[in-house]
């Protein structure tokens, strides 16, 4: 639909936007349960946890529906989110008619998740592993690992064999760059953390707009936030325009970086910065959609400007800034690194092992998931996030 208004007039996207990120917020608030305007991770995070991994389809397909419509419209998120909570969601309800209980319950939730994550990534062992260990800012319920890791297979099979579903491009074929390249892991990992820390600032300082701006307006809230959903769409749709490539989920510039075909309207760094302010203007301010496809365009523009500055294979380069991203803001370092070999083979994945262990370090427990608790004993991050 976006397509065929934009071929008779650009401009349209200044108005398609906007009545994008209106109606997700309408859609959120009014059909979904849980009237809480949160992601489809921090959705299944918090149903883990709370509910025992209970997800109900009203949920399910509402919030599925209002990120379709965000990103579909030009929005800029990550299509990971309608993918992954409603292959939560379909395994909740898969449980609520085959009756199990406990661990199983869960289980069947972290399976459905990680299934629905490799349709969009294509990587079945990193996500299953991000559907395990994204639940804590520190370990995982690792426990469901291989029960969501056959899932993620079934789901790659049926994806790449039936439905021919293409992905991110894998890179095996690099040589060693030389030991000279542990130093730029090691400084591009402390670079992508510092960027990590950026996103992650950013996407709070919009929350804490919105609590204030609710606590303090109270009745009047909802039009003051109709209006600035208006705004903030029309801010994306001028960048539409102009930085067409950090709009939407920015997986064609991701593939375009490494496979090294990328023409860019501007400097990758510059687009990195660009999506941090899309994002978050996206998903704080009405539209619906997924954190983890931004933090791996945010990963591979840093990565690719890091390569390009220093002369280095950009492939490389690129999967060490996308690992870095993923544990720095997800808290996910196990996952970052396989999600670095199964893009680029062993010699990347050790890379990846060595910069996803260093960004984690140094943002210590600072995460992207406003939802997500320390570790298993902390419950008030959740409480104090469903406060408001």
């Avoid at 297979?153 to 390249?181: C, E, N, Q």
């Avoid at 400097?267 to 996206?282: D, E, G, N, Q, R």
Wanted: net charge positive; charged share 15%.
């Amino acid at each position: 639909m976006r397509e065929i208004v934009l071929e008779k007039n650009e401009y349209a996207i200044l108005a398609i936007i906007p009545l994008a990120l209106i109606a997700s917020y309408f859609i959120e608030i009014e059909i979904s349960s849980i009237k809480r305007h949160i992601g489809g991770t921090e959705l299944v995070i918090y149903s883990y946890i709370k509910h025992g991994g209970r997800i109900s389809l009203r949920d399910t397909v509402s919030r599925a529906t209002a990120s379709a419509l965000t990103i579909g419209m030009g929005g800029s998120a990550g299509m990971e989110a309608p993918s992954f909570l409603l292959g939560g969601g379909v395994s909740s309800a898969m449980w609520k008619l085959l009756a199990w209980t406990g661990i199983d319950r869960r289980t069947a939730l972290l399976s459905g998740a990680a299934a629905g994550l490799t349709l969009i990534i294509g990587t079945p062992i990193a996500s299953a592993a991000y559907a395990c260990e994204v639940l804590y800012r520190k370990g995982g319920e690792w426990r469901s690992f291989i029960d969501a890791l056959i899932s993620s297979l079934t789901s790659f099979a049926i994806a790449k064999y039936l439905l021919h579903i293409s992905w991110i491009p894998r890179v095996w074929d690099m040589s060693f760059p030389g030991l000279s390249y542990f130093f730029h892991a090691i400084l591009l990992s402390l670079i992508s953390s510092f960027v990590a820390l950026l996103f992650i600032a950013s996407m709070r300082s919009g929350r804490i707009i919105n609590e204030v701006l609710s606590r303090k307006l109270k009745g009047r809230y909802r039009y003051v936030y109709l209006l600035l959903s208006a705004l903030s769409g029309a801010l994306i749709g001028f960048g539409f325009i102009f930085f067409p490539e950090a709009t939407g989920d920015g997986k064609k510039a991701i593939e375009e970086a490494i496979l090294g075909v990328s023409s860019f309207s501007a400097s990758p760094f510059y687009l990195a910065i660009m999506k941090i302010i899309f994002v978050t203007l996206t998903l704080n301010f009405g539209g619906s959609g997924g954190l983890f496809v931004p933090q791996v365009f945010i990963g591979s523009m840093v990565g690719l400007s890091y390569a390009s500055f220093f002369n280095l294979p950009p492939s490389l380069s690129i999967i060490v800034g996308i690992s870095s991203l993923l544990s720095a803001c997800s808290k996910t370092p196990i996952a970052a690194a396989l999600f670095g070999f199964e893009l680029g083979g062993p010699i990347a994945g050790g890379f990846a092992l060595l910069s996803s262990s260093i960004s984690y370090g140094v943002t210590y427990f600072t995460s992207i998931y406003s939802v997500q608790p320390r570790d298993r004993k902390d419950e008030r991050t959740l409480s104090q996030a469903f406060s408001h």
